[in-house]
């Protein structure tokens, strides 16, 4: 059953084309080819999951070649999680897109390319590949930011398409260099090669990794190369931003996980430790900058914007800590954070339809107007936090430990001040929901959905509120709880392959 | 070493080339405050990263140098053809970029009837 692989990234592309084929005669065929295509994919990558958990790494050579010549696709205990995390985020995205929007058929045209995109940087396991892979997943990304009803989303688009065009080039370039140094693309051939045919230490190498790392770091949005991110999570579609937000970023992540542990493996960080050094360092300053700025937000969707430069900070120190502990913690904050993050945003999108506003200010009173998502909200900002036993508190919980392992107690310490920090720009959403007095509303009289606060204009005009968009927040919400008691089981089931990575 | 700066421009041209081109590339992107060409800037960007993969793919044994990599008969030596390729994909990626790039850059001058990134920072502070 490998070609569950194969079919998992051709499947989204493959229905892409023909929504775009169908689209030529029928009016309303995005949705329905979106939501067969997708749940394929939740099934497809289920499969992968379960065939992970029994046989541990699963190969499929494409076209019949042998890797390392031909192009290798790969699912293991890291690809498989997030494979799976990418399909069912995607489906609930789909859920929320079905009323909230963007209409047409051209939505869910770069909708399952991008599926497709997210899927093949997860699957596959040669570098050349995985630069094609982030390029159609940025593609298609730049193309739902624009998809906002202003122009200011084009402009957000624009630039989040020429940052990470140059992001991505960068990735390339590091590419071109480890190819130089090694003579080849397949993940596990590089890091066979590395070390022996070509020094970890050389020049060459030492390029490799920091360019790839660079290129990465444009692409997950970490502190100071994140300036395409606010803007864009902001100025698009809501459905578009929950999209983004847990996903796009995500998988950058991964991919940068997947290089660190299996391409230049830890012995890389053995013979150049300042590499090491230096990626420790950058994170940490990610985790705290990123946290600091989302404090000073009034607007809704930048303050998270800027909550997911710190989370991700988090995970990719986790990554650059190189120790079981360490690494185990990042991926569970990996897929932690798309679960909260894509809750959060759906909650703000929620909310923003019905009171029409995107400030924090108006949160006032709103557990009176809306209990349910207001709850959901405040249960998925406190995992955010870090409260146990939520996911949120086993990732960062690990990550400490990890940290304290390998003695860089400055990662410890950063990780505790940017709990409080999320806690500070949490707790005042909170305090605002259930404690003050809603501001007096000159229109109260108006039907709700309609209401608009007159000054604050909403970008994406209102939209009603559908009982699937309310359950897929409460379902984050659930998922967010409930996922932090499976922290050991996702530990035992990375165990065998981070033992293999660790021995070398 | 004063004799090797212009050996090094004589033998190394191509990767001097794709530095310039790079690093201008990367300076109009930064620098210019006009979309099309901080759009320029990308795409030069890109074609310099494009050079150095494909001089990377040269190859020299004694007198013979690599003949383009297309068999022909009576040629023993050929340049690697995986550059080749990549490039060639990378240069579909590009043109595709490219593509998006102007789509929302023309949608943009139709909403603000300028590019210039300053005076349309205003225009959203004014709001």
Not at chain 1, 12 to 19: G, N, S
Not at chain 1, 451 to 464: I, L, N, V
Not at chain 1, 469 to 479: D, F, G, K
Not at chain 1, 481 to 490: H, M, P, Q, S, Y
């Given at each position: ?9 051709v ?35 289920g ?29 293991d205990?890291?690809?498989a ?41 997860t ?34 688009g ?38 022996s ?12 990794f ?57 012995a ?69 954070h ?51 036993p939520?996911v ?46 809603p ?7 108006a ?21 699937g ?11 967010a ?14 165990d ?7 021995a070398? | 070493?004063?004799?090797a ?7 190394r ?106 005076v349309?920072r ?6």
């Open positions: 059953m490998t070609d569950a692989i194969v079919l998992a990234i499947g989204p592309i493959v229905a892409a084309v023909l929504t775009l084929i169908l689209g030529l005669r029928f009016d309303a065929v995005g949705w329905p080819m979106a939501l067969l295509a997708t749940v394929a994919e939740v099934g497809l990558t499969v992968i999951g379960w065939e992970v958990i029994q046989n541990g790494r699963l190969s499929y050579e494409l076209a019949g070649f042998a890797p390392p010549a031909g192009i290798e696709l790969v699912a205990a890291l690809s999680p997030v494979a799976v995390l990418i399909a069912v985020v995607s489906l609930a995205v789909l859920v929320y897109a079905r009323t909230a929007g963007p209409r047409g058929n051209m939505f869910y045209i770069v909708y399952l390319l991008l599926v497709g995109g997210l899927a093949g940087v699957l596959t396991g040669d570098l050349f590949n995985m630069y094609v892979f982030l390029e159609i997943t940025g593609l298609a990304a730049y193309a739902l930011v624009a998809t906002g009803d202003t122009a200011k989303s084009a402009i957000a624009l630039k989040y398409l020429i940052v990470g065009t140059i992001g991505a080039s960068l990735f390339l370039l590091g590419v071109g260099y480890a190819f130089l140094a090694t003579g080849t693309l397949n993940m596990a051939d590089l890091s066979e090669r590395l070390g045919v070509a020094a970890y230490d050389s020049r060459l190498v030492i390029a490799a920091g360019l790839i790392i660079a290129g990465l770091a444009v692409k997950v949005a970490l502190f100071p190369v994140h300036s395409w991110q606010p803007d864009a999570y902001e100025s698009s579609p809501d459905s578009v931003s929950i999209f983004i937000s847990a996903l796009v970023s995500t998988v950058a992540a991964y991919a940068m996980g997947r290089v660190l542990l299996t391409v230049f493996t830890p890389f960080f053995d013979a150049v430790p300042m590499a090491r050094e230096l990626l420790v360092h950058a994170a940490a300053l990610s985790i705290l900058a990123g946290s600091t700025l989302a404090v000073l937000q009034q607007n809704i969707k930048r303050m998270l914007a800027y909550s997911s430069v710190s989370q991700f900070g988090m995970v990719i120190a986790a990554f650059a800590l190189m120790n079981e502990m360490a690494v185990v913690g990042g991926v569970i904050h990996l897929v932690g798309a679960i909260m993050k894509g809750g959060l945003f759906a909650a703000a999108g929620i909310i923003a339809a019905i009171t029409g506003s995107r400030r924090i200010d108006d949160y006032a009173g709103l557990a009176n107007r809306a209990p349910v998502v207001a709850g959901a909200f405040a249960v998925l900002a406190f995992a955010m936090v870090g409260v146990p939520a949120g508190f086993v990732g960062k919980w690990y990550i400490a430990f990890g940290a304290v392992e390998s003695g860089t107690w400055a990662v410890a310490a950063v990780l505790l001040v940017s709990t409080l920090l999320t806690l500070a720009y949490f707790a005042r959403i909170i305090e605002r929901m259930y404690f003050a007095a501001e007096p509303e000159p229109e109260a009289s039907p709700v959905p309609t209401a608009t606060d007159g000054g604050e204009a909403t970008d994406e005009g209102e939209y009603p509120v559908s009982p968009m309310v359950a897929i927040v409460v379902l984050a919400a659930v998922a709880v409930a996922l932090g008691f499976f922290g050991t089981t996702i530990e035992s089931l990375l065998p392959m981070l033992t293999e990575v660790f070398q | 070493m004063m004799q700066i212009p050996e090094l421009l004589l033998t041209y191509n990767y001097i080339g794709a530095f310039l081109l790079i690093a201008g590339g990367l300076y109009l992107v930064v620098s210019d405050r006009n979309f099309v060409k901080k759009v320029i800037g990308m795409n030069l960007f890109q074609t310099g990263i494009f050079l150095f993969f494909i001089t990377a793919a040269f190859i020299e044994m004694g007198d013979t140098t690599g003949a383009p990599p297309v068999i022909t008969d009576g040629v023993d030596l050929y340049v690697s053809p995986l550059p080749h390729v990549l490039i060639l994909t990378a240069i579909v990626v590009g043109v595709s970029l490219t593509a998006v790039a102007l789509t929302l850059i023309i949608r943009i001058y139709r909403e603000y009837g300028t590019l210039r990134e300053d349309l205003e225009m959203d502070t004014d709001d």
